[in-house]
Nanobody, 132 residues
Framework: QMRLVQSGGGSVEAGGTLTLSCEFSGPTYSRNTLGWFRQRPGQGREPVAA???????TNYADSMKGRATISLDYNKKIFLQLDDLKPEDTAIYYCAADGFPGHSTEDVVAAFMRRHKEIKYWGQGTQVTVSS
């Protein structure tokens, strides 16, 4: 059973930067994908960014390209740096982990972003609030 524990988040003014981290424990596999999702007030959960645990391949939601950076520490942590934050980025952010099939690692990571309702392992969530 994989366990994910988040830290970071908080309040920041528009244009600011925050870094979220997520430490995972338990069995992990190089074929897993790790990532971040968010839920804005009154909306459903949506993907932010993902990274293949075997290394290298990343995927970002269009709204976050150029403003988010996901990274993996092989001491079992993933990070999400959020730059140039906007008030519409206010949300609860969740880290997640799971494995999906695909013909390539790009496909696997894209599936993780798309099939988030099927993801088994989630962090507890952390609030990010951006003021204008």
């Amino acid at each position: 059973q994989m366990r994910l524990v988040q830290s970071g988040g908080g309040s920041v003014e528009a244009g600011g930067t925050l870094t979220l981290s997520c430490e995972f424990s338990g069995p992990t596999y190089s074929r897993n994908t790790l990532g971040w999702f968010r839920q804005r007030p009154g909306q459903g959960r949506e993907p932010v960014a993902a990274i293949y645990a075997g290394g290298g391949v990343t995927n970002y939601a269009d709204s976050m390209k150029g403003r988010a950076t996901i990274s993996l520490d092989y001491n079992k942590k993933i990070f999400l740096q959020l730059d140039d934050l906007k008030p519409e980025d206010t949300a609860i952010y969740y880290c997640a982990a799971d494995g999906f099939p695909g013909h390539s690692t790009e496909d696997v990571v894209a599936a993780f972003m798309r099939r988030h309702k099927e993801i088994k392992y989630w962090g507890q969530g952390t609030q990010v609030t951006v003021s204008s």
